[in-house]
């Protein structure tokens, strides 16, 4: 059975340039194969279309891997990740996959060169421990089904111990990762301008969406740059509010002490504000979140049209430069039309949910410095008057420590201003007006040179 295919421990090392697709039913039965998957596969076409893409699985990918995979598929997400696949001579090949699940049921996929030699490393090395563990759980009685799902548990546990928030943010930061460092090494996006006729028309279109995506994917590094800052002044606030609120429980302890009213008495309105202060900045917090994940999500998503866009232009120049090879070509360029159609449709969307995030974040940032300017400006005219105040070493301490957190959290809220306020700005580039008439233009080409082509499964 071709499932039973032991390893033979040779492998086959995927070029640069090389870009593998694939399309399966909603059940992972292949229906479309390009000529590279089948090269490597070492299957006849005959062989693979109509048998399970699990034909190439590869008994180092651990379940959990496809686990994760098909629960990120059925709730509609793209899934995006490091595999090995098992060709029918037992050989081995590594690719960096992407599986996107298409409106009307199927999956199609697209896979590439791992780019990022210490990624892989890290991620063979997450894979050999969750290999380990499911044949530890099987051979204590566990089903296959419920080993990979405990696994896809591990697996998630082990990526967020790493420092992500989850396997979803892995795989948001990973992809833009290895599609910046494809790009930079593969050929350029192949143009044929002297070429005439519909699928011309459909690869200069296609081109073009290409260079609006590398417009909208630089804007996302710069986004990438200035979300890093968002997260470590997020981590400074919360520092910050920690600080606050070791300084109250000092503040509540030393006036059970003392009763100087001149002392405590603004320290007190400052202690009974921080609830309300923290409120504030807690509530900023989770919109800095928000906004940090929102754009990893947008390049990923980028990325991915990208890579879409690279293989949907390939598919378009074999036609103009085989028109014989119309059949396969024609049905693959259709089910990418399809999946960059959605695809930049959600940019637009997204687009302009970034610009409203950025909008609410602004107003949180600016809401909570006026919260802290009351206490500041209490504290501000306090201090003036202990300047001249003879205190103990323990008060005047206190003092400064909570002039300190005042001023800290000013200062933090206005380095944050900045930033998201720039954010802003290069968000505000992403028009979603040029996406919708690009997609309009691609669908009156596909629509024309699709409407004949073979239905899946046909």
Not at 33 to 56: Q, T, W
Not at 361 to 371: Q, R
Not at 394 to 412: K, T, Y
Request: glycine share 6%; net charge neutral.
């Amino acid at each position: 059975m071709a499932h039973q295919r032991t390893p033979t421990g040779e492998t086959h090392e995927v070029g640069i340039t090389d870009v593998f697709f694939s399309a399966t039913d909603r059940r992972g039965v292949l229906e479309h194969a390009n000529e590279l998957f089948v090269r490597f596969s070492r299957y006849d076409r005959s062989a693979l279309l109509g048998a399970p893409h699990s034909l190439v699985r590869h008994p180092d990918v651990p379940g959990a891997v496809f686990h994760t995979m098909w629960r990120e598929l059925r709730a509609g997400r793209p899934f995006a990740g490091h595999l090995t696949n098992l060709a029918a001579d037992g050989s081995a090949y590594s690719v960096y996959a992407t599986v996107t699940p298409l409106r009307g049921g199927g999956y199609l996929s697209v896979r590439i060169r791992p780019m990022n030699e210490s990624r892989l490393a890290q991620t063979r090395s997450w894979y050999r421990d969750l290999t380990a563990y499911e044949s530890g759980l099987r051979a204590a009685g566990v089903s296959k089904r419920d080993a990979a799902a405990q696994g896809a548990e591990r697996f998630e546990r082990i990526v967020t111990d790493t420092g992500y928030a989850s396997l979803t943010a892995f795989q948001h930061h990973a992809l833009p990762q290895e599609i910046d460092r494809y790009e930079r090494r593969a050929d350029p996006v192949p143009a044929r301008p002297g070429a005439r006729g519909e699928v011309a028309d459909l690869l200069r279109i296609v081109v073009e969406i290409d260079g609006a995506l590398s417009a909208w994917s630089l804007r996302q590094r710069r986004l990438a740059v200035l979300s890093e800052s968002l997260q470590r002044a997020g981590d400074h606030l919360q520092r910050e509010l920690d600080a606050a609120a070791r300084t109250v429980t000092r503040v509540t302890e030393l006036s059970g002490r003392n009763r100087d009213p001149k002392f405590f008495e603004p320290l007190g309105v400052w202690a009974q504000m921080q609830s309300l202060i923290r409120g504030y900045i807690v509530k900023l917090i989770g919109d800095l979140t928000r906004l940090d994940t929102h754009s990893a999500e947008n390049r990923f998503r980028i990325a991915l049209a990208k890579l879409h866009t690279r293989m949907m232009a390939a598919f378009a120049a074999e036609l103009i430069d085989a028109p014989q090879r119309d059949e396969t070509q024609a049905a693959a360029i259709a089910l990418l039309a399809e999946s960059l159609r959605s695809a930049l449709a959600e940019m637009g969307t997204n687009s302009i949910a970034h610009r409203s995030i950025t909008s609410t974040t602004v107003g949180a940032i600016a809401k909570s410095a006026a919260v802290i300017e009351i206490p500041r400006k209490l504290l501000s005219e306090w201090q003036q008057q202990l300047a001249d105040t003879e205190l103990s070493p323990e008060l005047r301490e206190l003092a400064d420590d909570v002039a300190a957190s005042v001023a800290a959290l000013a200062e933090s809220l206005t380095e944050l201003r900045g930033i998201v306020k720039l954010c802003g700005e290069i968000g505000d580039g992403d028009d979603p007006a040029e996406l919708i008439a690009l997609i309009g233009r691609m669908d009156a080409v596909t629509g024309q040179r699709t409407e004949h082509a073979p239905r899946r499964g046909a």
